[in-house]
Each structure stands twice: as structure tokens, then as C-alpha cells.
């Protein structure tokens, strides 16, 4: 099994209800480690940034709107097969199709508004994570 980093966001609706603690606590419980965390407020120009990627697509106004409405706290996650275990354990984007138990199916209220982001990808985390962190902030 390979160590991997992945990066995750508690996004701005899970921030407003309260639920980092219980979201930390749960990734720490299924084995990840943080190795890096802070709690920020994007800009709607950093969250364009951040989600460059989707630039064009129908979703990326609101989405962008939404990432820059409040705090969100960033996080980098090492652990075996880091990206695909804290996929499993966010679930499904969409929390009506979430597996229960999940941290989607518990506390996201729609597609938009999902509590929480993960990298999908070895190359995507790399970037994802250089977007927030520096080498001197990986411990």
C-alpha cells in the first residue's frame, strides 16, 4: 500500500455549522493524518484560482461565490491510499446518493453546498495542495 497526501477542505457550510471538530475527528479516526491545517477565507479571486479547472463550466459562479462566502478550513491528509480513503469517506457529491454513514450523507445539504472537498487524484492533490501549503508547512 502506498503512503499518499491528499488535501481536503472543510467547506464554508460545514464551517458555519460547527462541524470541523466532528470532520477532523472522523478523518483521524479512519486512520489519516493531518499534516497540515488552517482555517482561511478566500477571496473569490483565490477560489477562481483554486477552481480554475472548472472555468466554464455552468457551476463555476457559484461555486467560486459560495468557496469565498465564509471561512473553510484546509487541510492535508497522509495516510495509505490517502485519496481514496477520504473520497470513501466523504462519499458520494451528491449527498442524496451518498452512502450512509458518510461524511456527505450526514452533513451536506445539496450538490452545491457539500461540507466537504478532496482531491481526486495523485497529480491533482500534488497541485491542490501547493495551492495551500508550503514544503515548510508539511509536518
Do not use: W
Not at 85 to 93: C, D, H, L, Q, Y
Not at 117 to 125: K, L, M, Q, R, V
Request: with cysteine.
Amino acid at each position: 500500500m502506498a503512503i499518499e497526501r491528499t488535501l481536503s477542505i472543510v467547506k464554508p457550510d460545514a464551517t458555519r455549522k460547527n462541524l470541523v471538530g466532528k470532520i477532523v475527528a472522523r478523518f483521524e479516526e479512519e486512520g489519516l493524518r493531518i499534516c497540515a491545517m488552517r482555517k482561511i477565507h478566500m477571496s473569490l479571486r483565490e477560489a477562481e484560482g483554486f477552481y480554475a479547472v472548472h472555468k466554464g463550466r455552468p457551476f463555476f459562479g457559484e461555486l467560486t461565490a459560495f468557496m469565498s462566502s465564509g471561512p473553510c478550513v484546509v487541510m492535508v491528509l497522509e495516510g495509505e491510499n490517502a485519496i481514496l480513503r477520504n473520497r470513501e469517506i466523504m462519499g458520494a457529491t451528491n449527498p442524496a446518493q451518498a452512502a450512509e454513514g458518510t461524511l456527505r450523507k450526514l452533513y451536506a445539504a445539496s450538490i452545491g453546498e457539500n461540507a466537504v472537498h478532496g482531491s481526486d487524484a495523485p497529480e491533482t492533490a500534488a497541485t491542490e495542495i501547493a495551492y495551500f501549503f508550503s514544503a515548510l508547512d508539511l509536518h
